[in-house]
């Protein structure tokens, strides 16, 4: 973790793997066919900045080629931001490329801190490529 003040932001790092990840398609189209939409309920294991053991996470992808595509989800974490503890929601947006290159941008819903986390606004970035077992994040938060 390696915190940064930068105006009234804070800035935190850390990675986050992957504990469970369960897939499945939606609609008609067993074949795989193109485009497609999928549903993936996921369980991420967060430290640095953010400590949060085992999120609980909701995608709704669309499969644009067998390998290309964008996401949505929300990612509900309880545990700890820079020590202060709570729960939030995260808001995220994302892609994935042929080599498996995956960036996604995510945003706190507003409202949804608890604990030491009430009022808690920021937003965040992570970039996973192929190979990776712990992905990299920043997070940039204040308290409105």
């Not at 800035?11 to 609609?27: I, M, V």
């Not at 644009?64 to 929300?74: A, E, I, L, N, Q």
Request: proline share 4%; hydrophobic share 30%; net charge negative.
């Amino acid at each position: 973790m390696s915190p940064q003040n930068s105006a009234a932001r804070t800035r935190l790092t850390g990675h986050f793997t992957y504990a469970d990840w369960q897939e499945r398609a939606l609609g008609n189209r067993p074949d795989g066919t193109c485009p497609r939409l999928a549903h993936a309920a996921v369980v991420n294991a967060f430290s640095g900045g953010i400590e949060a053991a085992g999120t609980t996470c909701e995608y709704t992808i669309v499969y644009v080629t067998g390998k290309t595509g964008t996401f949505t989800g929300m990612e509900l974490l309880d545990g700890s931001v820079d020590g202060r503890r709570g729960t939030f929601v995260v808001e995220e947006r994302g892609s994935f490329d042929e080599r498996g290159s995956v960036r996604c941008a995510f945003e706190v819903v507003p409202g949804s801190g608890t604990g030491d986390l009430a009022g808690l606004r920021g937003t965040g970035a992570f970039t996973h490529e192929p190979g990776q077992t712990a992905v990299p994040y920043t997070f940039d938060y204040d308290f409105g």
